[in-house]
Nanobody, 120 residues
Framework: QVQLVESGGGLVQAGGSLRLSCVAS????????MGWYRQAPGKQRELVAV???????NYEESVKGRFTISRDNAKNTVYLQMNSLKPEDTAVYYC??????????????WGQGTLVTVSS
């Protein structure tokens, strides 16, 4: 089993910053990709940012220049630094990690979600 624990959500005023963290633990052989998604009320879940192992980060257009995704591979942790937050960034943010438990045993797991609320 692989588990994800997220932290860092909360209430912030527009223009403020928050940093989300997600730690992966359990039976992990390798991690291929780590990312953040979000789901606003009444909307579908959407990609925010992803960072593959050994690759470059990709961002949803509306967060480019404001959000930064990073990883600490030694700690199996992914971060999302969110600056210049806007009310439209309000959503539940989910961590997603894909990798392998063994050579041929893949996993793709989601965190429980952390609520980010941006007030105007």
């Amino acid at each position: 089993q692989v588990q994800l624990v997220e932290s860092g959500g909360g209430l912030v005023q527009a223009g403020g910053s928050l940093r989300l963290s997600c730690v992966a633990s359990g039976s992990i052989f390798t991690i291929n990709i780590m990312g953040w998604y979000r789901q606003a009320p009444g909307k579908q879940r959407e990609l925010v940012a992803v960072i593959p192992t050994g690759g470059s980060a990709n961002y949803e257009e509306s967060v480019k220049g404001r959000f930064t995704i990073s990883r600490d591979n030694a700690k199996n942790t992914v971060y999302l630094q969110m600056n210049s937050l806007k009310p439209e960034d309000t959503a539940v943010y989910y961590c997603n990690v894909g990798g392998r438990r063994s050579v041929m045993n893949y996993f793709d797991v989601w965190g429980q979600g952390t609520l980010v609320t941006v007030s105007s």
